[in-house]
């Protein structure tokens, strides 16, 4: 039974992996999210049997049905990887529910999870592409944060400072830090989408977890952008999609932020 679980949250995720490949490409140029997918290259309507989700991809080889043209392999490991991050976020969370288990509020809870990730991707994939983190994810995530936390007042509730207090102060002092970069630089080192989404990271995850975040983000992003440059890919002048590394570590400590603070602090100590 569980495994027919798995496989419908793998599959969950690859369908929406779908949608957003389809939001991040559309939300940076502001075009509307409605109406059928296209070919790039013939402009055919795909139809529903050429969507369905890494399977088409494979039984197409990746090409139009119509004039036979390539498409990105970006559908492809968008869909794939968005199933996995899916089924990573409900072994973290709901793997050892029982199905007589589990309860009306974790399915709100596995539910919000999935809510955040798929807009991580929509974030991931934008900046990674345009250099852009579209208003409209962060404003879901602002929105999708309050209905939550309205929520959890009639769910399972932690005290009064962790639904409102933590989440609030962790989101002031990210954002003000970056704020403060934005200023400083004139927006040379950070953007004002990066300041939005380490506010939206900050109420995601409270305090401290929020500096797990940032650290890996940080650290991750020096890495790769050194290995570019190292490369002859990027210079020190070259614009870094930073959002993506945020996202990128958003959904690392929001699976094992308690787990990296532990290891940390053992370090220190």
């Given at each position: 039974m569980f495994y027919l679980i798995y496989f419908f949250i793998f599959f969950l995720g690859a369908a929406l992996g779908s949608f957003l490949n389809v939001a991040a490409e559309r939300l940076p140029q502001e075009k509307s999210l409605t109406g059928?997918?296209?070919?790039?290259?013939?402009?055919r309507k795909l139809e529903f049997w050429d969507l369905v989700p890494i399977f088409s991809f494979l039984f197409l080889r990746g090409r139009c049905r119509s004039c036979g043209e390539?498409?990105?392999?970006?559908?492809f490991?968008?869909?794939?990887?968005?199933g996995v991050l899916f089924l990573l976020a409900?072994?973290?969370?709901?793997?050892?529910?029982?199905?007589s288990g589990v309860e009306g509020w974790d399915f709100i809870a596995i539910g919000y999870l999935f809510f955040a990730?798929?807009?991580?991707?929509?974030?991931?994939?934008?900046?990674?592409?345009?250099y852009i983190i579209p208003d409209e994810a962060i404003l879901a995530g602002l929105i999708g944060f309050a209905v939550y936390k309205l929520l959890s007042l009639f769910g399972r509730p932690p005290g009064g400072w962790e639904i409102l207090g933590n989440p609030l102060l962790a989101a002031f002092v990210a954002g003000g830090f970056f704020l403060a970069l934005v200023l400083i630089s004139g927006g040379r080192w950070m953007g004002w989408g990066d300041v939005k989404l380490v506010f939206l990271m900050g109420l995601w995850l409270g305090w401290p977890n929020i500096l797990a975040a940032l650290f890996l983000a940080f650290l991750s992003g020096s890495v790769v952008g050194l290995g570019l440059i190292f490369a002859g890919r990027?210079?020190?002048?070259?614009q870094v999609p930073f959002g993506t590394f945020l996202a990128a570590s958003t959904f690392v400590v929001l699976l094992w932020g308690q787990e990296i603070l532990k290891w940390y602090w053992g370090l220190m100590g």
């Open positions: 059928r997918s296209r070919c790039e290259s013939c402009g390539k498409f990105s392999w970006r559908y490991w968008t869909e794939a990887g968005a409900f072994w973290k969370f709901a793997g050892n529910f029982t199905l990730i798929c807009l991580l991707v929509i974030i991931f994939l934008s900046d990674l592409k345009y990027k210079t020190l002048k070259s």
